[in-house]
């Protein structure tokens, strides 16, 4: 899983992680990280992802995550890396510890949902078809001339949809089964 994820995203770390390990070997909790190009007003900025943040069960509220978190901290800070982002919604409970590690909120956003009895009905003569690994060049020219001159995190490596393809969260969502 962990060398399919580098070999279809080259923005993981060359260490990939952070992993807190028992005395006995049991991992307990980690984290993702990776190296982001973003484009800024003033020029380009290399930024730090975390993703992926887990601590095993019966090992939360102990301080793991926040020690992990530290040391991410630490980590991108001696590469120089001033920044650092992930993503998380406003109700799960890990919300408010990157509050209190310091993290602010960019965007918030209220979670979307319908069911899927009822579709809208609009025919514009557009042709829709499930998304083909030979379509990954395509779309990627596509995804490069929307953020020509935009601004923000819009660098997305070569082989990134990939990854969407054939990695290990290819098929159906666990919602379809």
């Given amino acids: 899983l962990l060398m399919e994820k580098r070999r279809n995203d080259d923005r993981y770390v060359p260490e990939f992680g952070l992993f807190a390990v028992t005395d006995d070997g049991t991992v307990i909790g980690g984290v993702f990280l990776m190296q982001i190009q973003a484009k800024t007003l003033k020029g380009k900025l290399t930024v730090g992802g975390i993703n992926a943040v887990a601590t095993r069960p019966g090992y939360q509220r102990g301080g793991v995550m926040t020690t992990l978190m530290n040391r991410c901290h630490r980590y991108f800070a001696e590469r120089q890396i001033d920044y650092s982002f992930l993503t998380t919604s406003q109700t799960l ?27 809208l009905q609009l025919d514009r003569g557009l042709v829709v078809t499930e ?33 969407r393809i054939n990695g290990p969260f290819a098929g159906p969502s666990p919602l379809e089964k």
């Fill in 93 to 119: 409970g890990a919300h408010s510890m990157y509050k209190k590690l310091g993290y602010e909120d960019l965007v918030v956003r209220e979670i979307a949902w319908k069911t899927s009895e009822k579709q």
């Fill in 131 to 163: 998304f083909q690994e030979g379509d990954n060049s395509v779309v990627y020219r596509i995804f490069l001339n929307a953020t020509k001159n935009g601004y923000g995190f819009v660098y997305r490596p070569a082989n990134f949809l990939k990854a």
